[in-house]
């Protein structure tokens, strides 16, 4: 392990639902090794982070990352996330734009959510609360890797299911009901002035392809990379090809 690079800035991954910081141990070894310094937060209500029922809005989340940057000393960042870490990093661009020196959005959209989205998201909530993760966590792993990846890479697989079916149901739920009340991010993103990393599995069913390339599209200074033989976290089926990607975008946005 190198040490950190103070030249640079930290990076910030926020992680998807329903999983914790753990995901990103890959990446925060690359990034680490390459002298980055790496920030890896459980969000409120996930991992080891207290339990929170009820609400939790994306400006909640964005403002507990600022806190936490705060508290580390951390002025600015390379914030990045996936699916609703993407969310939630969109969030913090919008609110704190003056804190983001570079973004990485993976496997996201920033669309508001549909009245329809609406519903889902709020029944899922309760579903959640009512039956706890297991069932969730069974009929959502072959959408969260692609099928061919739950079978051909089963440490992995075990990897994602462990970290759905340990989450807290109360703090899945809260933010479900904050995420079905997000903004639309595409004109904050549209005036982006920081280099931004688009990536997306080649094979993601829940924000494929072509809504990575109508992100990319948005953004002035973006870049679009698919992960090909994944799904929607490419940054754990296919690590070797999403940190490539990663270190590559940082170093060229300096």
Do not use: C
């Not at 109360?170 to 005036?191: F, I, K, Q, T, V």
């Amino acid at each position: 392990m190198g040490a950190a690079d103070t030249d640079r800035p930290p990076v910030l991954l926020v992680h998807g639902h329903p999983f914790n910081r753990t995901m990103w141990q890959p990446q925060a070894t690359a990034l680490v090794a390459a002298g980055y310094r790496v920030v890896l937060p459980d969000l409120r209500g996930y991992g080891d982070s207290g339990v929170v029922p009820g609400r939790t809005l994306f400006e909640e989340f964005a403002d507990d990352l600022a806190g936490l940057m705060d508290h580390l000393g951390i002025a600015r960042a390379v914030v990045g996330g996936v699916s609703m870490g993407g969310q939630i990093t969109m969030e913090f661009h919008r609110v704190y734009p003056e804190r983001v020196a570079a973004l990485v959005l993976a496997d996201t959209s920033p669309v508001a959510e549909t009245e329809d989205g609406k519903v889902f998201r709020n029944r899922l909530a309760d579903r959640l609360l009512a039956e706890g993760m297991d069932g969730y966590a069974d009929e959502v792993i072959d959408k969260m890797l692609a099928p061919y990846n739950v079978t051909g890479l089963p440490d992995v697989a075990a990897r994602v299911l462990r970290m759905m079916r340990t989450t807290a149901p109360e703090g899945a739920a809260a933010a479900l009901r904050g995420r079905a009340e997000r903004p639309d991010y595409r004109d904050s993103l549209a005036g982006a002035g920081v280099p931004v990393l688009v990536a997306v599995g080649a094979d993601d069913v829940y924000t494929p392809v072509a809504e990575a390339r109508a992100l990319h599209g948005l953004i002035p200074r973006a870049e679009l990379v698919v992960v090909e033989k994944a799904g929607h976290l490419p940054s754990l089926e296919r690590p070797d090809a999403f940190n490539e990607a990663l270190l590559g975008f940082l170093a060229s946005a300096g």
